[in-house]
């Protein structure tokens, strides 16, 4: 594998999707073909729609990043944190589903507060988080809005920010920030009645989600009333709402990494086949392997690079259903 780095992506991000590539390659040695691709780390999307569709319109150039719009032809791709994430000490996608979950089963469904939950950072140049602190009334709008202090909870040890430890209200509220947000997965995995506020942006796993079935839309027009309804009716109809958060979770049981690192091997064996050239290393880049990824990384980081390294798959990736044309 060779990468030319171009600029420096927030935190840790370059480094674990690296990572994840290599990983990839020795989950399947041998399989993952030979392409030449651009990844943008960063979290809005870039190639408009607009400017390449209608006659004499340029083809759209592939560029990889983590989330995607309708309106965008950006190509989703996991997203860094299914390897770990230690600015937030959150833990690689299996543990950390593992933990979420047995944390789901300490508070029964009945026992659960019957009020909508959130916990995040508002301040990402995001209008719809700074309009969600308006709805902080489990009274009038049956919500409480926790804002949520990195800096402070990495000086506390991240004791308060436990994932596991967030299931325990009927209902979560999912909030886009500056772009999609990698909480998604992590308020679905509790079991909770997850409310999407109409989400604008898709990652690699958002076919998945239908409404009603596996989490409740809510309104971004009157939100916090649609927050308030969504609470009413699920309050009203226990059963119905349990069984909308029990098939959240089992979506995000199902997306386990078996199941990341067969989507990754089939998209790029697909793109590979779009290919009209030889790929091959520009002179610029630079060979990497597992080993110059663990010697770049501090030790925080290493340790979660180390807990999330793949093994070889004992059989092949699942099949791809045919296209519908």
Same mark, same amino acid.
């Given at each position: 594998m060779h990468v030319d780095l171009y600029y420096a992506c927030v935190q840790s991000r370059a480094l674990f999707t690296v990572w994840s590539l290599l990983q990839l390659m020795r989950r399947y040695p041998g399989r993952v073909p030979d392409v030449d691709l651009m990844f943008d780390c960063m979290d809005r999307p870039a190639i408009n729609r607009t400017e390449h569709t209608g006659e004499g319109a340029p083809p759209p150039p592939p560029l990889f990043r983590y989330c995607t719009t309708r309106d965008h032809l950006d190509i989703p791709f996991p997203d860094w944190s299914f390897w770990g994430w230690p600015e937030t000490h959150i833990e690689p996608w299996t543990r950390e589903f593992r933990s979420i979950k047995q944390g789901s089963r300490r508070v029964r469904w009945p026992d659960r507060?019957?009020?909508?939950?959130?916990?995040?950072?508002? &301040?990402?140049?995001?209008?719809?988080?700074?309009?969600?602190?308006?709805?902080?009334?489990?009274?009038?709008?049956?919500?409480?809005?926790?804002?949520?202090?990195?800096?402070?909870?990495?000086?506390?040890?991240?004791?308060?920010?436990?994932? /596991? /430890?967030?299931?325990?209200?009927?209902?979560?509220?999912?909030?886009?920030?500056?772009?999609? /947000?990698? /909480?998604?997965?992590?308020?679905?995995?509790?079991?909770?009645?997850?409310?999407?506020? &109409?989400?604008?942006?898709?990652?690699?796993?958002?076919?998945?989600?239908?409404?009603?079935?596996n989490h409740w839309p809510v309104s971004t027009v009157g939100m916090c009333e649609s927050?308030?309804?969504?609470?009413?009716?699920?309050?009203?109809?226990?059963?119905?709402?349990?069984?909308?958060?029990?098939?959240?979770?089992?979506?995000?049981?199902?997306?386990?990494?078996?199941?990341?690192?067969?989507?990754?091997?089939?998209?790029?064996?697909?793109?590979a086949a779009l290919l009209d050239f030889r790929p091959g290393p520009p002179h610029s880049s630079q060979e990497v392997c597992a080993g110059s990824v663990l010697c770049l990384a501090d030790d925080r980081q290493r340790r979660f690079l180390e807990a999330s390294a793949a093994y070889p798959a004992t059989a092949g990736p699942c099949s791809m259903p045919p296209s519908d044309g």
């Open positions: 507060v019957p009020t909508a939950y959130w916990k995040g950072n508002p &301040d990402v140049a995001s209008p719809l988080r700074l309009a969600l602190l308006a709805c902080n009334d489990t009274n009038l709008w049956r919500a409480e809005i926790m804002r949520q202090n990195w800096e402070e909870e990495a000086k506390s040890g991240y004791q308060n920010s436990k994932l /596991s /430890s967030q299931c325990t209200h009927r209902y979560k509220i999912y909030a886009e920030g500056f772009a999609w /947000s990698v /909480s998604l997965k992590y308020i679905l995995s509790c079991g909770s009645m997850a409310l999407l506020i &109409d989400p604008l942006y898709q990652d690699f796993f958002s076919r998945g989600l239908e409404p009603r079935v927050i308030r309804d969504a609470v009413e009716w699920g309050n009203a109809h226990p059963e119905d709402a349990e069984r909308v958060g029990k098939r959240g979770q089992r979506l995000m049981q199902e997306l386990g990494m078996d199941t990341v690192y067969d989507y990754m091997l089939h998209l790029l064996t697909e793109y």
